[in-house]
């Protein structure tokens, strides 16, 4: 299996342009997470899906962050407009069951809003 | 919501060292999982329990559920340990709303 796949994997934008993080989770995994890590507050869960249906967003910071999974091998996670603050790692996850599973983490989207 | 307390911070010893890393947390949990960050970045899930010890290879990882601790240990360390590691609590059951600690920075010289 190719793991959990998560494009780009460096991005750098200007503040005020949209940025789009996507998300391949592995196949047969019925949970996905997003999480953002920053050397300030370590890893934070922004939101996560059970059968593609958002269950908790109450980490996602504020309007100008959105996420979306339309089917069950697809997630974004879209900024916009988005600012120097948001400049951090963002890393996908995914298992099997939410409630048992263990996660498994994509490698991770570097982004730097400038 | 869920404090997740890691000790130490930063931890340096040399190869061969037996390593114990600690986590609080201050609420009951339903799991805890522990995680190894390599300085590329990548995340990787080494345990997740609910209750007494796994081992897996070097690593072992205790929790005791009344006293809200879990201690993450590496025997015989290897330089190739070297990595952040970090604490993770869920009061769900498995991996959903997931808090972390802060991660303990290990470096293991040769």
């Known amino acids: 299996d190719a793991g959990v796949i998560q494009s780009p994997r460096h991005e750098v934008t200007e503040m005020g342009q949209e940025v789009t993080l996507r998300c391949k989770p592995i196949s047969g995994h019925n949970s996905l997470f997003w999480y953002r890590q920053t050397m300030m507050r370590g890893l934070e869960l922004l939101i996560y899906f059970n059968n593609n249906v958002p269950i908790d967003d109450s980490g996602m910071p504020e309007d100008r962050f959105s996420a979306k999974m339309p089917n069950a091998s697809f997630s974004t996670l879209k900024i916009q407009p988005s600012e120097p603050r948001d400049s951090a790692v963002y890393f996908c996850?995914?298992?099997?069951?939410?409630?048992?599973?263990?996660?498994?983490f994509g490698e991770g989207s570097r982004l730097t809003v400038l | 919501k869920n404090e997740v307390e890691q000790s130490p911070q930063n931890l340096t010893a040399q190869e061969g060292e037996f390593i114990t890393i600690n986590c609080s947390y201050s609420v009951g949990i339903s799991a805890l999982h522990w995680l190894q960050q390599h300085p590329g970045g990548g995340i990787v899930s080494l345990f997740m329990?609910?209750?007494g010890k796994k081992k897996h290879g070097r690593l072992i990882a205790t929790i005791n559920i009344q006293e809200k601790h879990s201690s993450l240990h590496i025997t015989a360390s290897h330089p190739r340990d070297s990595a952040v590691y970090i604490c993770?609590?869920?009061?769900?059951?498995?991996?959903?709303?997931?808090?972390f600690g802060k991660g303990t920075h290990l470096i293991i010289q040769p």
């Open positions: 329990l609910s209750s």
């Open positions: 993770a609590v869920s009061s769900g059951g498995g991996a959903d709303g997931l808090t």
């Open positions: 996850a995914s298992s099997r069951h939410a409630n048992t599973g263990e996660l498994f």
